[in-house]
T-cell receptor
Framework: AQSVTQLGSHVSVSEGALVLLRCNYS??????LFWYVQYPNQGLQLLLK??????LVKGINGFEAEFKKSETSFHLTKPSAHMSDAAEYFC????????????FGGGTRLMVKP | DAGVIQSPRHEVTEMGQEVTLRCKPI?????LFWYRQTMMRGLELLIY????????DSGMPEDRFSAKMPNASFSTLKIQPSEPRDSAVYFC????????????FGEGSRLTVL
């Protein structure tokens, strides 16, 4: 069975500061990993995905994530936070067997202070 | 291109009433998902269709919930009878098999059962 744990349900950073959102996964087979973002009153949007190619994945809006098999982690980072980054972020896992079926983490709400 | 379209965006109903939520997936997408989002339980997968066939409905809470996909461009989620604990935002998402895990979400239907 797959699972995803997002450490910290709320993260607060100052504008211009580094953003680090943590995600650890559990999967019995090589995983596919995803980050989704949800802005208020909207559905989720794909931010980036890892599917066994390069371990450092770049996504939209300056975000990137690094797959670390030894740590079973897929943390999301952005060098400099903008006010517009305030949203909820979800990590998700799938695999070749599960295909389209994602298992989502509990989400991390990112707050950006001016 | 139009995204995933859900209706209604907001629904307020009384306990015991029937509720029908509707979804039009993106043209060409052959997988469709219904999710429920609440503060307490986060994002839950209710049911997954592939090529109009229900593949996994293990997340459907109970017999009061039913979902159909009569054709590739339409799906419904029905709750009968509704209860206050069904209050949530219900999301529909679609994807292509060739892009596993890349889900496109609608804006959601916010259901309030009084």
């Amino acid at each position: 069975a797959q699972s995803v744990t997002q450490l910290g349900s709320h993260v607060s950073v100052s504008e211009g500061a580094l953003v680090l959102l943590r995600c650890n996964y559990s999967s019995s087979v090589p995983p596919y990993l995803f980050w989704y973002v949800q802005y208020p009153n909207q559905g989720l949007q794909l931010l980036l995905k890892y599917t066994s190619a390069a371990t450092l994945v770049k996504g939209i809006n300056g975000f990137e994530a690094e797959f670390k098999k030894s740590e079973t982690s897929f943390h999301l980072t952005k060098p400099s936070a903008h006010m517009s980054d305030a949203a909820e972020y979800f990590c998700a896992v799938s695999d070749l067997l599960a295909g389209n079926m994602l298992t989502f983490g509990g989400g991390t709400r990112l707050m950006v202070k001016p | 291109d139009a995204g995933v379209i859900q209706s209604p965006r907001h629904e307020v109903t009384e306990m015991g009433q029937e509720v029908t939520l509707r979804c039009k997936p993106i043209s060409g997408h052959n997988s469709l998902f219904w999710y429920r989002q609440t503060m307490m339980r986060g994002l839950e997968l209710l049911i997954y269709f592939n090529n109009n066939v229900p593949i996994d409905d293990s997340g459907m809470p109970e017999d009061r919930f039913s979902a159909k996909m009569p054709n590739a461009s339409f799906s419904t989620l029905k709750i009968q009878p509704s209860e206050p604990r069904d209050s949530a935002v219900y999301f529909c998402a679609s994807s292509r098999d060739s892009r596993a895990g890349e889900l496109f979400f609608g804006e959601g239907s916010r259901l309030t059962v009084l």
